[in-house]
């Protein structure tokens, strides 16, 4: 199986999307997580374009060692210098020298005629060669570029010493076929065109950027160029994750490989849509939100039966980690069952009918239900049904200036009482201590809060405590006219749900 190169543009193709400017530790911090990716080269920038950009590419040079580390620049000794000095100080550097070939960039941008173009091409690659040993060169605008013409520019770059010739679909004017048979025209009619590698570059203004870039896979090509999340100019790039995968899912039709660690596609989607503050579109194939969540109950059961019957990407194959279920009014009860089963929630036949009604008009006013909702729900299902195993009998605390507040708290089991004292940073986390050491039951108070529910002198203290257990949080509350008591009364009210559950 052959291996294709990756050769990610992410910091410079993306980095030009309109609003997506990045700082030099973000660009290195994005560098260090595509090597640990695994992508084959970096674009790390336009060293020329700024003093800035020269440094961000200097600097990734420097730190990054596995990748090689490539530079832009335009066919001028001035920018191919300029990139040389920047990618320098890397294991292996590359130059991407690019000059455009079409007739409308030939004519109106760059007021040249075809042999002059060629001419400009062949002394830049030259250039180039005598200072870096693998050089890349662009024909830009190659998709719009007259065939003719593109073979004889082509031929004579790697004539020149080009290792790799890449063929852009700038403006994402292309179409699969067409652009697949580009590539093997030009293997066709290109008599060197075995001395270097293919490489493509398609911009997405059709949405078919990763579908004409497999095409010319499929055609010959070798290198692909990508960005995370497909960010780049206007439309964006070929989407490096669509690619990967698709090539991994589809080995029974491309029989190519890559050497990017899938895994470790998820973080680096995060990570750059942290620090682009480009958002991933929930709908975003491979790694948006809901790539992998099945909400009709249909699928869900399909998946809970068979995984493979609605997933074709597991989700940690990329690094997911989301509950791929989501309930919403279209869940079954199947879904309903396992999920609560996975929240560790043992319910009969009849409990769980119980719930699951509770759950369908929940789920009728909530777009999604959450695991917190269905761990609300099934508490609140059996609490009128927890039996009051701990019951307070009497509580004294001293509490004052200069003095450690302590706690002696009675309580009673089945007739029998039982006393102990602790001391805690105040009152109430005194008598938390002496009924944690009474029950045994460990928790941890994640919320505590008092708020008088009637007015006047005799208000009613209610107090709300919220705690963690075995990954699992409960929440219990009680009112007094004292506020000691009714946080003792609410702390209880969650040991005995907890001595409940653990029936
Ligand atoms: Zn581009």
Redesign the pocket.
Known sequence: MDTITIFD?TL??GE?APGASLNQKEKLDIAYQLEKLGVDVIEAGFPVSSPGDFESVQRIAQEIRRPVICALARATPGDIDTAYQATKPAGRARIHVFLATSKIHMKYKLKKAEDEILRLAVKAVKHARNICDDIEFSPEDASRTEKEFLYRVVEAVIKAGAKTVNI?D?VGYSEPEEFGNLIRCLRENVPNINNAVISV?C?NDLGLAVANSLSALKNGARQV?CTVNGI??RAG?ASMEELVMGLKVRKDTFGLATSIKTREIYKTSRLVSALTGFAVAPNKAVVGLNAFRHESGIHQDGVLKKRATYEIIHAEDVGFKVESLVLGKHSGRHAFRERLKKLGYKLNESEVKEVFEKFKLLADKKKQVFDDDLAALVLENIEGKVPETWKLDTFMITSGSHIVPTAKITLMVKEKTFADCSSGDGPVDACYKTIEKMTNVRCRLLDYSIRSVTKGEDALGEVNVRLRTKGREISGRASSTDIIEASIKAYLQVVNKIEFLKK
Request: charged share 35%.
């Open positions: 543009t410079r193709d030009q852009p700038t570059h911009h160029e780049g100019e790039n």
